[in-house]
């Protein structure tokens, strides 16, 4: 069963120094710290809706939240065409092991026309749009607060999805505690929750190249390939959509694997019968974000002011 790091429990930080003996005395402090300080925060909010996605980050502090408010917590997941079905059974099935109440809410950015185009600020109008849901939920059900799972690394990264949170006052317990995603994951383990080192899982629109439009086709593609590439037994990875031509991302320590020939034209009919034409390796390896690479520099330092 996972260890209780939370809720309250006063052995708290003796379990957190426990299960992270490998960690410099230092740094475990320093964790324990910000682990209570994200305590006091959601203590703070009273109850609260979590924006859910299943990723490490929104799956902790879901976890946490529960742990600390109990029935004063739902977690909301936002279930759309941009969201890969075999994320959204992983986010059901972590809810479900560990008790988490959970709600699957409809959300419809693909119907914007802003969101769609697919420009820099593409992130902004999802962002919007599940905010905008997420609030009429908790104005309806009685929630004090919303939060997301923001952490203290992507306050320094291009991720316009910021700016819709701060317009829509939702609080980010994890980035306020100055919880890092290394934190977060070390958290994670010294509860003993599965995923804690899963890679992280982007939307499905952020594989699409700025300005080629976010669809529903395009979106399958993306969605089929990447099935297709975890069955073949890579782990850390993106598939890339440039058209008619995939541009794979591969982490470097999976490289060696995946440059063995045979395997090199498996992975190359796999992203082939998804609907893509041509395959193209990216020799720099997977990288979160490549496409904001070609966002001009100003753009990123502005957006990570904001």
Known sequence: MPQAIGGGDSHGVTIIKQALTGMAEAQITNLEEKHQRLEASLLGLGSVIVAYSGGIDSSYLAYAAHRVL?????AMIADSASLA????????????????????VRTAELEHEAYAVNDSNRCFHCKDELFTVLEQERAQLGFGAVAYGLNADDRRDFRPGQKAAVSHRVAAPLAEAGLSKADVRALARAAGLKGWDKPASACLSSRIE????????NLRMVEEAEDAL???GLRSFRVRHH???ARIEIAEEELPWALDVRRMRSISAAVRSAGFNYVALDCDGYRSGSMNEILPVEMLTRAGQE
Do not use: K, N, W
């Open 70 to 74: 109990g029935d004063r917590m739902l």
């Open 85 to 104: 079905r075999s994320h959204y059974r992983e986010a059901i099935e972590f809810a479900t092991q560990q008790g988490i109440p959970l709600r699957t």
């Open 210 to 217: 700025y300005g080629r439009r976010v669809t529903p086709e």
């Open 230 to 232: 975890r069955r073949l």
């Open 243 to 245: 058209g008619a031509v």
